[in-house]
């Protein structure tokens, strides 16, 4: 059964509690989604790209009334149950209610070829592309050694007020894509297809005419009234969210409405992705600028040298040792040693998802479409 908390917490300093809010807030830091190579003429420039945006700061999940989460299932309406995932197919509405049903296999076929490079083929101007098409903006970073090159890129293209126009290929789909340099740094906008932009005809807008000369001028003095030189970032703040998790934080002080689970069921051992670490992203463009080095190899000696002097500092690492040797075997209820888990190969840890989905459909691994990158790492060692 679940308990309500009643006890109040104790107070915290400013500085912690601003600390906790931000783990809290942002605790899957910026990840490379991408790396490959920018293309055009002779030009070659690896890069890594990174999403320039985070997610909401504040995340809403369903729970019962005891406080347990919620999961959402498909329900079939004409058997009356719950489906399991293996039951599921995906079907093309081309009728109502009449559906042709899409295979994994057929999707898989009909795929566009994976690649690891934008060919820039078209340079526009960048008052060329209505602002209406950005759909999502990514930062892009050198990879080792490519520094120089990168900075000419970037500057030359900034100095002629161009952006290049291609297709990419990024976790099994392809998507247009417009590179924008912009202070010395070059930004990957993902693009709408021109399919799904409306035009103003599509939503019945009202037929133009002239107005009254002096409505306009009385509209163009109110308009001057309110101008600023530039616009603030204290105008761009989420006011509600801040005041949702004000409120959170002010229940949690006095203990309302907080309730928890005594047992929580143990999670399957999944072991996360690379990139969930805190980054502080214009860092990370700063450190691959100056030092042309990846920023995710730099991450996973930052990881290595951790878990090392974890190790180190351990109070019982030389008991354990000293234990091991002399016994021959872990110790256990029983007196027998656990059953050895199966170690990924580092190799397979290093790949992207798309290089290990590759790798998985040529092993022909079933349900490879629906499995995170930790599932096929873990499937590709046990197929191998």
Not at 271 to 288: A, C, F, T
């Amino acid at each position: 059964m679940p308990s309500q908390r009643s006890s109040k917490r104790k107070p915290k300093d400013e500085a912690s509690e601003n600390e906790e809010k931000k783990k809290r807030f942002h605790a899957s830091g910026p990840r490379p989604m991408w790396s490959g190579t920018i293309t055009f003429g002779l030009v070659s420039l690896p890069v890594n790209l990174y999403p320039a945006n985070r997610a909401k700061p504040v995340s809403m999940r369903m729970v019962d009334r005891d406080g347990t989460p919620l999961a959402r299932r498909y329900f079939c309406e004409k058997e009356g149950r719950t489906l399991d995932h293996d039951e599921l197919i995906r079907g093309y509405e081309v009728e109502k209610d009449e559906f042709v049903v899409v295979e994994d296999r057929e999707l898989e076929s009909l795929a566009p070829e994976k690649s690891q490079e934008i060919d820039l083929k078209r340079f526009v101007g960048l008052d060329e592309i209505d602002p209406m098409y950005f759909e999502r903006a990514y930062f892009m970073t050198p990879d080792k050694g490519v520094t120089k090159a990168y900075r000419l890129l970037a500057s030359s293209m900034e100095a002629s007020e161009r952006a290049g126009v291609a297709t990419f290929v990024m976790r099994g789909k392809e998507y247009l894509v417009a590179i924008i340099a912009d202070k010395g740094i070059l930004r990957a906008e993902t693009l709408r297809f021109a399919d799904e932009i409306r035009s103003p005809a599509d939503i019945d807008l009202p037929e133009e005419h002239a107005p009254e000369k002096r409505r306009v001028k009385a509209m163009e003095k109110a308009i001057a009234a309110l101008s600023h030189e530039m616009l603030e970032r204290e105008a761009l703040q989420d006011l509600q969210s801040q005041r949702i998790v004000e409120r959170a934080e002010e229940k949690l002080a006095k203990g309302e409405d907080v309730v928890a689970l005594e047992e929580v069921s143990s999670e399957p051992d999944v072991e996360p992705e690379q990139g969930g670490e805190v980054i502080d992203l214009m860092q990370v463009l700063k450190q691959s600028l100056t030092e042309g080095r990846p920023p995710e190899q730099e991450s996973r000696n930052v990881k290595a040298s951790r878990k090392s002097a974890d190790k180190r500092d351990s109070p019982d690492t030389d008991s354990k040792a000293k234990a091991k040797r002399s016994t021959g075997k872990k110790a256990s209820g029983d007196g027998k040693a656990p059953p050895r888990r199966k170690r990924r190969p580092a190799e397979l840890e290093r790949l992207s998802r798309d290089e290990l989905y590759e790798r998985a459909q040529k092993l022909d691994v079933p349900g490879r479409s629906r499995m995170s990158k930790a599932e096929l790492v873990e499937a590709i060692a046990n197929a191998g």
